[in-house]
């Protein structure tokens, strides 16, 4: 549990508010640096208590007393936790989740399995976005719904008994989503469609660990797993209404529980109306910047954008490729609904969340670097509609996004205002700023390691391991300037296969490096330099 930011002496609390970061002058700030570090080192001495405090009394507590003999000690609700799954207090929130999975762990698949058939006939039916269940479909008063919900994070039940009232209805079914969201998310990671291979194993006795829950196996009778997911997706997507605002703890815990599961949920899911919903949610984070990083308490609106931030990232480390794909192929929809005047909106949203999906994009570049290396082309094509392509008319690719300059097979020429892309297909994808398109080249049989363009741009060199081959480019332009620019090779060289070449890393294979506008040198990762010229 992190609690940062809690003290129980009033002048360690003092001291920390008025540290907090303001637009006090440098000059004050350098003569408290000393101080600042004190009250840094305090705050982590008493967050380092209050972990301590919730492991043993929260965790490991329970364990002991039962040990110990203890037959009247009652374990913690899992409904009254999955209710405070996105609790508005942090520490709440932090609290229940911890004790939520370490009790779901304790019961194990048994008793998970119990949980699942007790709660799955409260679990709301969506198609797309409409409710079809019969109970959900009557209509309630918005102070009704307000109530509901303000119930949902107060009332406490022992045990699942058939509901008495509407209100109790609807509450149910809001901790049906939570708590069999949480299972699915974070114990269904290792669950096998239940065919003939999953059938041997049971029988041969296999014993490997697993957390099975009949419920969400993909050929399930019910299939919880995908209507699971369709009521996660109906809490993000759903348009704030009196009955479901935009801020509330319940859509904040379905973006948090997509986030956690998505490899689970994935194969239900439309992933581009999920990906567009949670950057439309984090759109203004940097608004928001200032309460989600001094400590000050967070809004409602703030605490969804951080969780839509957070669920954006585990998806993205998740499924890089499914991310990258499915984000370039929204680019390409709203760039021909751009060019035919009729703006989507998921055009809107796209452009409102450039910011996070770019932070996405260097994420995935940063943990990820093999993973992207597959889809540069993509990422090209995503950065470039992100980015603000003013800032590429004045300075380098390096100095506007320097993330994606770490790839060899990346090179960009200020003075033609030109990009080039190798691909893993041996493709090399051109891309003309000033025109604003782009041309595919079959350059290679494999993918693309190192491709540079000349000082002066006159020349593009690009080089593969798979065929041993480098090639020198140039690009003509039409007569008097007019009409689109012609890459054609016009020279290619035969060079030596690298030794071990699966050993070394795919990132550092190569590198190209022009000496002159004519003459380039190849450095491979054996430590060999070979000079061509053009």
Not at 129 to 158: C, L, M, Q, Y
């Amino acid at each position: 549990m992190s609690m940062s930011n809690a003290t129980f002496i009033p002048e360690q609390e003092f001291n920390r508010r008025m540290h907090r970061p303001s637009t006090r002058s440098s000059s004050s700030w350098a003569g408290d640096e000393e101080r600042a570090e004190q009250l840094a080192a305090q705050q982590q001495h008493i967050k380092q208590g209050w972990s301590l405090l919730a492991t043993l009394h929260c965790v490991l507590l329970p364990d002991k007393v039962v040990a110990a003999g203890a037959k009247s000690f009652k374990r913690p609700q899992v409904e009254m936790l999955a209710r405070r799954w996105q609790h508005h207090c942090l520490e709440v929130r932090e609290a229940a989740q911890a004790l939520l999975l370490a009790e779901l762990g304790r019961l194990g698949p048994k008793g998970r399995k119990g949980l699942v058939d007790n709660w799955a006939q409260y679990l709301p039916l969506y198609t797309h976005t409409e409710s079809i269940n019969p109970h959900a479909a009557h209509k309630e008063p918005a102070e009704k719904a307000a109530k509901a919900e303000e119930e949902f994070e107060e009332e406490e039940e022992e045990i699942v008994r058939k509901p008495s009232s509407l209100a109790e209805l609807k509450r149910k079914q809001t901790t049906a989503v939570v708590l069999l969201g949480v299972i699915g998310a974070e114990f269904g990671q290792d669950i096998t469609s239940e065919g003939a291979a999953g059938n041997k194993r049971r029988k041969d006795g296999d014993s490997r660990k697993s957390s099975v829950v009949e419920g969400f196996t993909l050929s399930a009778s019910n299939n919880l797993a995908r209507l699971t997911a369709l009521a996660l997706t109906h809490l993000l997507l759903s348009p704030p209404c009196a009955r479901l605002p935009a801020h509330t703890p319940l859509r904040r815990a379905a973006v948090d529980l997509l986030g956690r599961g998505f490899t689970v949920w994935e194969p239900y899911l439309d992933v581009s109306h999920v990906l567009l919903g949670l950057l439309e949610m984090c759109s203004d984070a940097d608004k928001l910047v200032p309460s989600m990083s001094y400590g000050l308490p967070l809004t409602a609106q703030a605490d969804s954008c951080r969780t839509a931030r957070h669920a954006l990232t585990l998806i993205a480390t998740a499924r890089p490729a499914a991310f990258i794909t499915t984000m370039a192929r929204e680019v390409a929809r709203c760039a021909a609904a751009q060019q035919s005047g009729q703006p989507s909106p998921a055009y809107h949203a796209l452009q409102k969340g450039r910011a996070e999906v770019l932070r996405g994009i260097e994420l995935l570049i940063d943990r990820m670097h093999n993973e992207v290396a597959e889809l540069l082309v993509e990422v090209m094509d995503i950065i470039l509609h992100c980015v603000d392509q003013s800032h590429l008319k004045s300075k380098g690719l390096n100095e506007v996004f320097p993330a994606i300059c770490r790839y060899n097979q990346v090179s960009h020429c200020p003075a033609t205002r030109r990009i080039a892309v190798g691909s893993h297909t041996g493709q090399l994808a051109m891309y003309e700023l000033r025109a604003g398109r782009c041309q595919s080249l079959a350059a290679h049989s494999g993918p693309v390691t190192a491709c540079a363009f000349s000082p002066d741009g006159r020349y593009l060199v690009s080089y593969a391991t798979a065929d041993n081959r480098l090639s020198f480019w140039q690009s003509t332009a039409g007569m008097f300037g007019l009409g689109a620019a012609q890459t054609r090779c016009v020279k290619c060289y035969s060079t030596a296969p690298m030794a071990d070449v699966a050993r070394l890393n795919p990132a550092r294979l190569a590198r190209l490096v022009w000496t002159n506008s004519r003459t380039v040198t190849l450095m491979l990762a054996d430590g060999s330099e070979t000079r061509f010229n053009v």
